[in-house]
C-alpha cells in the first residue's frame, strides 16, 4: 500500500509549506496550524482511506465516505444545536457550567439516538450497556 501512496507525502508537504507561508503571514501560529489542517485535509484525508479500501481491503470506498459524511452531518447539527442552546444562558460559573454541561448531554445523546438508532452498531453498544448494568445493579 505504501507503493500507491509514497508521494502523497510530497504533495501534503508542499501544500502544507505553501498554506503555512500564505496563511502565517496573516494569522501567525493559527494559520501555520489551519495550513496543516486544510494540507491534510486535501491530500491524505480522502486518499488515504482510498487506498486502503480500495486496494488493501478490496471494499468499495463510496462506503466509508458516505457513513463519514453522516457522522460529519451528527456532529455539526449536534454542535450549532448546543450553540444556539446555551448561547443566552448566563449564570454564575459553577452553575452555567453544570446548565450547560447537562444541556449538551441530551442534545448529543438525542441527535445521536435520532440517527442512529436503527443501526447494528447502535443496537450492538445498546445490548452490551443493558449486559452491563443489569449485571452490576441487578443482583440474582
Same mark, same amino acid.
Given at each position: @500500500?505504501?507503493?500507491?501512496?509514497?508521494?502523497?507525502?510530497?504533495?501534503?508537504?508542499?501544500?502544507? @509549506?505553501?498554506?503555512?507561508?500564505?496563511?502565517?503571514?496573516?494569522?501567525?501560529?493559527?494559520?501555520?496550524?489551519?495550513?496543516?489542517?486544510?494540507?491534510?485535509?486535501?491530500?491524505?484525508?480522502?486518499?488515504?482511506?482510498?487506498?486502503?479500501?480500495?486496494?488493501?481491503?478490496?471494499?468499495?470506498?463510496?462506503?466509508?465516505?458516505?457513513?463519514?459524511?453522516?457522522?460529519?452531518?451528527?456532529?455539526?447539527?449536534?454542535?450549532?444545536?448546543?450553540?444556539?442552546?446555551?448561547?443566552?444562558?448566563?449564570?454564575?460559573?459553577?452553575?452555567?457550567?453544570?446548565?450547560?454541561?447537562?444541556?449538551?448531554?441530551?442534545?448529543?445523546?438525542?441527535?445521536?439516538?435520532?440517527?442512529?438508532?436503527?443501526?447494528?452498531?447502535?443496537?450492538?453498544?445498546?445490548?452490551?450497556?443493558?449486559?452491563?448494568?443489569?449485571?452490576?445493579?441487578?443482583?440474582?
Amino acid at each position: @500500500l505504501f507503493r500507491h501512496g509514497r508521494y502523497m507525502v510530497l504533495f501534503t508537504a508542499f501544500f502544507n @509549506l505553501l498554506f503555512s507561508f500564505v496563511l502565517g503571514s496573516h494569522y501567525g501560529i493559527f494559520g501555520v496550524l489551519l495550513a496543516t489542517s486544510i494540507a491534510r485535509l486535501i491530500t491524505n484525508f480522502w486518499y488515504d482511506p482510498y487506498i486502503v479500501l480500495k486496494l488493501g481491503l478490496h471494499q468499495n470506498p463510496q462506503l466509508y465516505l458516505s457513513k463519514f459524511a453522516k457522522y460529519l452531518f451528527v456532529l455539526l447539527l449536534s454542535s450549532i444545536l448546543i450553540y444556539f442552546s446555551t448561547m443566552f444562558l448566563h449564570f454564575q460559573p459553577v452553575l452555567n457550567l453544570i446548565i450547560k454541561s447537562v444541556i449538551c448531554f441530551f442534545i448529543i445523546n438525542g441527535v445521536i439516538i435520532f440517527f442512529f438508532h436503527k443501526t447494528q452498531e447502535f443496537n450492538k453498544i445498546k445490548n452490551m450497556l443493558i449486559t452491563i448494568f443489569t449485571s452490576i445493579f441487578v443482583k440474582t
